[in-house]
């Protein structure tokens, strides 16, 4: 097989590799091979069952010893200090179930197609997260008058648009006031897997998941802005080329459904038979705002589906509704509400990169007589 000559990544002159509108690239099946969704069935369970929460890798799983894993606290602060794992799991705990979703969920559709990983829908789950609050172990550390940001440096490193660099996501002191960020050794009742940010992560709960840095090896106090990649040069907002943007943030609100009925094989096309059906799926938003109102479209009337509760206060809830189905190829939609009065979009609300799309999910059945 030939290969191509890649581009030197050391170049910040090379560009990411364009993608054209059309069939998926090799480049981003091979995205899509190591980044795994959410399985839609999964969706009438509460928490995400372990191994079918999504995950968006960028660079590779780091290999960390956690024996010797330490978290330090640097920069600006007056006391820095650093941390063990085994010092890190004696400190308060507490679990709580967050819902994430990553901001290029629903991205495929986006023309002309940005490259990257090009997901539909699956890009969302909700785990319990065990750990201890990050607030206090910050404030221990004594930032210093005129620190603007705190930075987190994961332990991965790879390039992207030409910049090499270790992915790291920054705070400001308001932010880390305001949000209930958690420091993350466990995920439901377990210790966490090595794609979900082994040994350590955090969580920034009813934000995007870009926010909750994995493989977390240091937090540094800044007195001018964090200038890192996935901070500045992308999770932005952007209407064009020279549009600096706006940086993503809280979640939008968004509900999915369950496919109904069987599928086939290779197609996913759904099928199943007349008669009566219980539809159902999930709902959230962001910022700890909760979902008020799902509405199903069903023959041409928006429907009002029943809610359960929420599953914590940065989580999800259930909705379900009975549908009678008839014969023929139906068109099922699902929108979502929040207490803020949000609603979905019938359509993408496109960026650039597709990012943030929280247009309605739509799942087309095929129903078939009740014989024969
Ligand atoms: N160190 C590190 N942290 C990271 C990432 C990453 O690639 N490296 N990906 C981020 C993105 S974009 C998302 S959506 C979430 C995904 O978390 P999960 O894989 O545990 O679902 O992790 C975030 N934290
Ligand atoms: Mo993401």
Request: contains cysteine; charged residues 20%.
């Amino acid at each position: 097989m030939k290969h191509d000559t890649p581009a030197n990544p050391f170049d910040p002159d090379n560009p990411r590799r364009q993608t054209q509108d059309g069939l998926f690239s090799r480049h981003e099946v091979a995205l899509a091979n190591r980044n795994s969704g959410i399985l839609l069935e999964t969706l009438p369970r509460d928490i995400t069952p372990t191994g079918t929460h999504y995950l968006l890798n960028h660079f590779d799983v780091p290999l960390i010893d956690e024996a010797a894993h330490q978290l330090s606290f640097e920069g600006a602060f007056d006391a820095p200090y650093s941390l063990t794992m085994d010092e890190i799991r004696t400190l308060p705990q507490v679990t709580m179930p967050v819902t994430l979703e990553c901001a290029g969920n629903g991205r495929a559709g986006v023309s002309p197609r940005s490259h990257s990983m090009p997901w539909m829908y699956e890009a969302v789950g909700t785990s319990a997260w065990t750990g201890t609050p990050l607030a206090p172990l910050i404030a221990r550390a004594g930032p210093r008058d005129g620190v603007q940001d705190f930075a987190f440096t994961g332990a991965d490193f790879g390039f992207d648009k030409g910049m090499p660099h270790a992915y790291g996501r920054s705070l400001t002191p308001a932010q880390m006031a305001a949000l209930d960020v958690l420091l993350v050794w466990g995920m439901n009742g377990q210790p966490l897997l090595p794609q979900h940010g082994a040994p350590l992560r955090i969580v920034v709960p009813g934000w995007y998941g870009m926010a909750s840095v994995k493989w977390l090896t240091r937090i540094e106090a800044l007195t001018e802005r964090y200038q890192g990649f996935q901070q500045v040069r992308t999770y932005r907002l952007r209407t064009g080329d020279d549009d600096p943007g706006t940086p993503i943030t809280v979640l939008r609100v968004k509900s999915l459904m369950v496919p109904p009925g069987v599928p086939d094989w290779s197609t996913r096309t759904r099928w199943l038979r007349e008669g009566p059906v219980t539809l159902q799926g999930r709902a959230w938003s962001g910022g700890g705002v909760p979902v008020e109102k799902v509405e199903v479209l069903l023959n041409g009337d928006w429907r009002e589906a029943t809610l359960a509760p929420p599953v914590g206060d940065y989580a999800w809830r259930g909705w379900s509704i009975d549908w009678q189905a008839k014969r023929g190829v139906h068109e099922l939609t699902c929108r979502a509400t929040d207490a803020d009065g949000q609603t979905q979009p019938l359509e993408p609300p496109w960026d650039i990169a597709g990012f943030a799309n929280n247009a309605v999910h739509r799942v087309v059945v095929h129903v078939a007589p009740a014989d024969g």
